[in-house]
């Protein structure tokens, strides 16, 4: 059985593991090198935890909120201030232009439940970066009104994504939740204009069929959603679910059911997880090349680190009230290691670009991988196009289970060492 350590093994050639250590308290993140950059702010805040959700996430209250503002104001200062100074000396410092970055994600947590600060906070992202694609953000159902949609476009955001999670009264309970109007809710999305309707689905909740995932994935699409993410439950360890997800065998066989289902009804696979309707754009925060995270648990990947924000509320106020990074835990990748993550991500987003490789990596794809991509090619998993390697449905159903092993041996462990300390000193992905 393929193991994330075998699997790191092949692609990093090495026993080496991924590496974690306590991050200095003037670090500031590198980002010459890089072209394209995307930008992801964490708002923690949500009016009930749900017991499935395994993000770093704080109950709300108007207080915790008023204080995390100007710690994360303070946090795009510092770095915005830093990638300045790196331009500086990397570029002609007559012509005075700003970093450029393709997008803005605000995820959580429920970051509409800081509405009134999300200008302010694009603001001052502005002062730095000029943001070239849109800016996205998470809603959690009932932030679905008129009024707020009225505001979140108002504020520029030009993309949603919906945690509506199914529509299926039954398999909402048994993740905690329930229907609440959510046909009317999308009715008032369509009309507030937005260039991108996410809508997120989890599927092998017991008692979900084929027939009532097709359901859900149609409605949606009906509703107006431009893409839908159809997320396999996953059981945390330290979730506290009720009811267990179905197991493995039982989630491939429902995946490969909705992706034919997509195909049928003419949608576009987007990724391993995502379908959307042709011609629209994605909503996508994870599979970027390089991108640069602020606020709590907020990671930065970029050209030769990757770097995590404290999950500690108290200790991100904490350090930058005094100046200090919030960066809890940084890894400084080797070579192989950084390539082994460009091709996981890319393989999710089911296309390998040559170019993109190199720019990223600093070496050609054929030179670090020649061997193995010819012998991915001639197993079927992969097919050549241009300068891409796209991955087959075959290669796409390996893929669904070994991002599911990923987010138990890597995220989940990570995560929990990060909720229980705020400041780890090191630790080890092998
Ligand atoms: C940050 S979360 C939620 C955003 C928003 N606060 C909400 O609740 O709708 C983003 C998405 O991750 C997915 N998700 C969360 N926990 C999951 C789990 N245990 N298994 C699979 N998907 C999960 C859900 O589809 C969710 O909408
Ligand atoms: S699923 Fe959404 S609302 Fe629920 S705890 Fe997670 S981030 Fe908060």
């Known amino acids: 059985m393929l193991t994330a350590s075998l699997l790191r093994w092949i692609l990093t050639r090495s026993r080496r593991p991924f590496a974690f250590e306590a991050c200095p308290l003037d670090w500031h993140p590198e980002v010459t090198g890089l072209e394209q950059i995307g930008l992801y702010v964490h708002i923690p805040f949500c009016r009930?935890?749900?017991?499935?959700?395994?993000?770093?996430?704080?109950?709300?209250?108007?207080?915790?909120?008023?204080?995390?503002?100007?710690?994360?104001?303070?946090?795009?200062?510092?770095?915005?201030?830093?990638?300045?100074?790196?331009?500086?000396?990397?570029?002609?410092?007559?012509?005075?232009?700003?970093?450029?970055?393709?997008?803005?994600?605000?995820?959580?947590?429920?970051?509409?439940?800081?509405?009134?600060?999300?200008?302010?906070?694009?603001?001052?992202?502005?002062?730095?970066?000029?943001?070239?694609?849109?800016?996205?953000?998470?809603?959690?159902?009932?932030?679905?009104?008129?009024?707020?949609?009225?505001?979140?476009?108002?504020?520029?955001?030009?993309?949603?994504?919906?945690?509506?999670?199914?529509?299926?009264?039954?398999?909402?309970?048994?993740?905690?939740?329930?229907?609440?109007?959510?046909?009317?809710?999308?009715?008032?999305?369509?009309?507030?204009?937005?260039?991108?309707?996410?809508?997120?689905?989890?599927?092998?909740?017991?008692?979900?069929?084929?027939?009532?995932?097709?359901?859900?994935?149609?409605?949606?699409?009906?509703?107006?959603?431009t893409q839908v993410s159809t997320y396999p439950f996953i059981d945390f360890t330290y979730a506290d679910n009720r009811y267990k997800p179905m197991d493995k065998k039982a989630k491939r066989q429902l995946l490969d059911e909705l992706a034919h289902f997509c195909q049928e009804i003419g949608l576009i696979r987007t990724s391993v997880w995502t379908f959307a309707k042709p011609g629209t754009g994605k909503y996508s925060s994870v599979t970027r090349d390089a991108f640069l995270g602020f606020g709590l648990s907020a990671t930065s990947l970029l050209q030769h680190t990757f770097s995590i924000n404290t999950f500690s509320l108290a200790g991100y106020i904490g350090r930058l009230e005094k100046d200090q990074s919030p960066t809890a835990l940084k890894l400084n990748f080797s070579l192989r290691q950084r390539a082994a993550y460009f091709l996981f991500w890319g393989s999710y987003g089911?296309?390998?670009?040559?170019?993109?490789?190199?720019?990223?990596?600093?070496?050609?794809?054929?030179?670090?991988?020649?061997?193995?991509?010819?012998?991915?090619?001639?197993?079927?998993?992969?097919?050549?196009?241009?300068?891409?390697?796209?991955?087959?449905?075959?290669?796409?159903?390996?893929?669904?289970?070994?991002?599911?092993l990923y987010t138990t041996a890597y995220i989940d462990k990570t995560w929990s060492i990060a909720r229980k300390e705020a400041f780890p000193r090191r630790f080890t992905l092998s």
């Open 48 to 225: 009930t935890l749900c017991s499935f959700c395994p993000y770093c996430r704080e109950l709300y209250t108007q207080k915790k909120a008023a204080v995390y503002l100007p710690a994360l104001l303070q946090e795009i200062d510092r770095t915005g201030q830093a990638v300045a100074r790196q331009r500086d000396e990397s570029s002609n410092p007559d012509i005075a232009t700003k970093r450029r970055a393709t997008s803005l994600y605000f995820g959580g947590g429920t970051p509409a439940l800081m509405l009134d600060d999300l200008p302010v906070i694009i603001d001052r992202l502005r002062q730095y970066f000029e943001i070239t694609e849109g800016i996205g953000i998470e809603l959690h159902p009932q932030d679905i009104t008129p009024e707020n949609l009225k505001r979140l476009r108002m504020a520029g955001i030009t993309m949603v994504s919906l945690g509506l999670q199914s529509f299926d009264p039954e398999a909402l309970a048994r993740i905690g939740r329930s229907e609440d109007r959510f046909a009317e809710r999308l009715g008032w999305v369509r009309e507030a204009g937005f260039a991108v309707i996410d809508v997120d689905l989890i599927f092998a909740i017991p008692g979900q069929t084929q027939d009532s995932l097709r359901r859900d994935i149609a409605l949606a699409f009906d509703l107006g959603a």
């Open 350 to 404: 089911l296309l390998i670009n040559n170019q993109r490789f190199t720019a990223i990596i600093g070496q050609p794809l054929e030179k670090l991988y020649g061997v193995e991509m010819a012998l991915a090619v001639t197993l079927g998993f992969l097919r050549r196009s241009g300068d891409d390697y796209l991955l087959t449905n075959r290669a796409i159903r390996f893929y669904h289970d070994l991002e599911q």
